[in-house]
């Protein structure tokens, strides 16, 4: 079975510049999350959907940051404009459900560098 | 706010020791629990997940989880240098959809 899939894995710009990831979850997984993690600490949430809706963005920046999944399948994360502090990893996860006993399942992660 | 707390170590252990690994959280309304490995550079990999208060082994691996301490543990078995990593404490928050509140996570380093 193959895992949750992220595009690019690498990713440098600069501040103010806007960047994209793009990740596609486990397949049959109708739940898909994306977490920024910051060097040193543990993922945060920033986003969660539920097939094609989103279940939590409370902690989602939303004057920069933007996500959508619109066929309840891939989904994309954007910031526009960046800034220095979302330097970090982007990782998606995808669970098969929403209840808290499903497990989540990282890709590879999006490093990010904003110089 | 829910938190969730780990020792950031590094905890070193000789190999083939016991490595134990701690976690407390503030959620008393919490009911499952998960443990995920994440080696420099690399995304975190789930290991286990514990439910019920007790053990739960899998190879060299036992979470111990006690709901009313508020209190889950990761123990590591035969402890090898392939073990080194972070080892990340993960409770999803009651009453959300399974938003997942992460420890700073415990750096483990086993030296031969």
């Known amino acids: 079975e193959a895992g949750v899939a992220q595009s690019p894995r690498y990713k440098i710009i600069e501040k103010r510049q806007s960047v994209a990831f793009w990740c596609n979850p486990i397949?049959?997984?109708?739940?898909l999350y994306w977490y920024q993690q910051i060097l040193g600490q543990g993922p945060k949430l920033l986003i969660q959907f539920q097939n094609n809706g989103v279940v939590d963005d409370s902690q989602l920046p939303k004057d920069r940051f933007s996500a959508e999944r619109l066929k309840g399948v891939d989904s994309t994360l954007k910031i526009q404009p960046a800034k220095l502090e979302d330097s970090a990893v982007y990782l998606c996860?995808?669970?098969f459900g929403q209840g808290a006993t499903y497990e989540q399942y990282f890709g590879p992660g999006t490093r990010l560098t904003v110089t | 706010q829910k938190e969730v707390e780990q020792n950031s170590g590094p905890l070193s252990v000789p190999e083939g020791a016991i490595a134990s690994l701690n976690c407390t959280y503030s959620?008393?309304?919490?009911?499952?629990f998960f443990w995920y490995r994440q080696y420099s550079g690399k995304s975190p990999e789930l290991i286990m997940s514990i439910y019920s208060n007790g053990d739960k082994e899998d190879g060299r691996f036992t979470a111990q989880l006690n709901k009313a301490s508020q209190y889950v543990s990761l123990l590591i078995r035969d402890s090898q240098p392939s073990d080194s990593a972070t080892y990340l404490c993960a409770v999803p928050l009651s009453g959300g959809y399974n938003k997942l509140i992460f420890g700073a996570g415990t750096r483990l380093a086993v030296h031969p």
């Open positions: 996860a995808s669970s």
């Open positions: 959620d008393r309304g919490s009911q499952s």
């Open positions: 397949s049959g997984h109708a739940t």
